[in-house]
């Protein structure tokens, strides 16, 4: 039951996460960037990793 609240919080955050990091490309700040999206995978694998168990 946990899983089902859960899985629409997370899906916002990493939408979130992932439109700031586009955003942040779009103004030219490339290391910003990269550290959005770097932020944005270990969150999908925690995620995933925290869901399958």
Known sequence: MEKLILLPVIAV???R???YGI???K???GAGSVGLFVILL???G???Y???R
């Open 13 to 15: 955050c990493l939408t």
């Open 17 to 19: 996460t992932a439109g």
């Open 23 to 25: 955003y942040t490309a």
């Open 27 to 29: 103004e030219k700040n």
């Open 42 to 44: 270990a969150a999908i």
């Open 46 to 48: 925690a995620s995933v």
């Open 50 to 52: 925290f869901l399958m």
